[in-house]
């Protein structure tokens, strides 16, 4: 009788384990729609990246060192064929936040080299697309930080009660998050204020 009992104690035990290895509902749906967001904004951004390079050809030497930089990391970031899968592998997820990193960096000397060319800086079609991708950096900024939070509410589903059995069980990894901030690729030439410059000058 006894043994029986101890017998059912344990199966219960390993049901629970079972039952516990993946955290509430809401939280991985968060989870996944947030990373969903992640990509689609940076397959959005690859497409801008496109644009801007056609641009910037029209105006810049065809051997200009950033438009080879630019083409090569775009090209890395769209051979890594980014999926939901990143989240389960560390080394992964984090050589695809490198590779964004790298192209937001070229993206960034690019608008730099474009402003070096008054006829290209001073077009419409350039204003437009120097807008259309400080908006994309804001919206990707923002995506990754509610992708970070949404990873951090999962792993505390997941070490929460009852799960910590399932995480003895079937010890899982935490969802990795992106630990350096992707800048916003706009221009870094310094601008002068001449309004507050003449007040400056007021006696």
């Known amino acids: 009788m006894r043994v029986a009992l101890i017998v059912s104690i344990l199966f219960a035990l390993l049901c629970m384990s079972g039952c516990g290895t993946d955290p509430a509902p809401a939280a991985d749906h968060e989870l996944a729609a947030a990373f969903a967001?992640?990509?689609d904004l940076y397959d959005a951004r690859l497409d801008l990246t496109a644009q801007a390079l056609?641009?910037?050809r029209g105006y810049l030497p065809p051997d200009?060192?950033?438009?080879?930089k630019v083409?090569?990391?775009?090209?890395a970031v769209a051979d890594l064929q980014a999926s939901p899968a990143l989240l389960d592998s560390p080394a992964s997820f984090e050589h695809f936040d490198?590779?964004?990193?790298?192209l937001t960096d070229a993206i960034?000397?690019?608008l730099i080299a474009c402003e070096?060319?008054?006829?290209?800086?001073?077009s419409p079609p350039f204003h437009a697309l120097q807008s259309r991708l400080a908006s994309s950096a804001g919206r990707i900024a923002f995506a990754r930080e509610r992708y970070d939070e949404a990873a951090r509410r999962y792993d505390a589903a997941r070490h929460g009660l009852p799960l910590h059995l399932a995480d003895v069980m079937h010890p899982q990894r935490d969802k990795p998050t992106f630990t350096v901030p992707d800048p916003t690729p706009v221009h870094r030439h310094p601008r002068t204020d001449f309004g507050a410059l003449r007040g400056s000058l007021r006696v």
Do not use: C, E, I, K
Request: glycine share 4%; aromatic share 0%.
């Open 98 to 102: 490198v590779a964004q990193r790298d």
């Open 108 to 110: 960034s000397q690019l």
């Open 37 to 39: 967001d992640v990509l």
């Open 71 to 75: 083409a090569r990391s775009r090209a």
């Open 54 to 56: 056609t641009l910037a």
């Open 116 to 122: 070096g060319v008054h006829r290209l800086s001073a």
């Open 64 to 68: 200009a060192p950033v438009l080879a």
